[in-house]
């Protein structure tokens, strides 16, 4: 039988083709269909930020599949742990509007430092059609660094969120490792006394 360790580098290591292109081939045609900003380096940027957001992502779904005991009981709990994380990601609620009891969520959020990485990337120099405010009570931005203040993100937080990002994927897998390697220990345990 195979050490915990080598299935999981063998695992992380084959899906490493997947997590590459299938956000490559998402974010190729999403962003041009969306119109988000036109230089090349924005928009390999924009593709690097998607690919470490759906690892971290990813990396979530490892450490709650360790967790839970079976598929079933997976596919029922993983809405209930993303989902506030969504709330709190920075789209939804405001930094600001965050209560403190749920600040904690805002600081784990994969989703909130991918948010405000994309966010930086599009809208940082960046200067926007005008609008006419009368037709909507939407508000009217005149360039990017209005929307960022909006949202409440600093503009030199790009590398931060990225770095933040790679750290968020590293823990949760290593999070993911570890439990699985208790599992397998208790079980191992457990065996030897019968």
Known sequence: MYKTWIYFLTKTIAEVPFQIVLPFVFSGIAYWMI?????????FIHICIVIITSTA????????????????????VTPVIVIPFMLFGGLFINSDDI????IWLEYVSWIKY???AVMVNE???SVLESCNQTESSQPCFKDGQQVLKFYNIDTDSLLPNIFILIGL???FRLLAYVILELIIYQRSKHTRRK
Do not use: K
Not at 37 to 42: F, G, I, K, L, P
Not at 57 to 76: F, K
């Open 57 to 76: 992502a990813q990396s979530v779904g490892y450490l709650i599949s360790a967790i839970v005991p079976s598929v079933s009981v997976a596919l029922a």
């Open 169 to 171: 994927a590293v823990a």
């Open 99 to 102: 209560p403190d009891y749920f």
């Open 123 to 125: 809208f940082d120099g």
């Open 114 to 116: 991918g948010f405000e």
């Open 35 to 43: 119109g988000l900003n036109s230089s090349a380096e924005r928009f």
